[in-house]
Nanobody
Framework: QVRLVESVGGLVQAGGSLRLSCAASLPTYSTFAMGWFRHGPGKERGRVATIIWNEGHTYYADSVKGRFTISGDNAKRTVYLQMNSLKPEDTAVYYC??????????????????WGQGTQVTVSS
């Protein structure tokens, strides 16, 4: 059974930092890319960041560039999301996702095969 286990989010003040982690119970060869999405109040689920393991490339939503960093260890099938300079608009449920194979785009949530249960991040002003 495939499981993606995310760390607990939390409540943080604006300007603060938080680190999320996600561990996938999948073979290494089944995790071509891992990413983070978020679903905020009144918004659609959107991609936050993606890491492509064999290339080492990372991609970010414009809204988080320079503030968030995705990293991880493919051998451990674990991905992290370091979130700095948090803003109230970052408030959302954050989801970890796995793409098993190469995709033409990693922005589309439909191109991911497995999902975590989601973890709430709330940023107070």
């Amino acid at each position: 059974q495939v499981r993606l286990v995310e760390s607990v989010g939390g409540l943080v003040q604006a300007g603060g930092s938080l680190r999320l982690s996600c561990a996938a119970s999948l073979p290494t060869y089944s995790t071509f890319a891992m990413g983070w999405f978020r679903h905020g109040p009144g918004k659609e689920r959107g991609r936050v960041a993606t890491i492509i393991w064999n290339e080492g490339h990372t991609y970010y939503a414009d809204s988080v560039k320079g503030r968030f960093t995705i990293s991880g260890d493919n051998a451990k099938r674990t991905v992290y999301l370091q979130m700095n300079s948090l803003k109230p608009e970052d408030t959302a449920v954050y989801y970890c996702a796995v793409a098993r194979w190469a995709r033409p785009s990693y922005r589309n949530p439909d191109n991911y095969d497995y999902w975590g249960q989601g973890t709430q991040v709330t940023v107070s002003s």
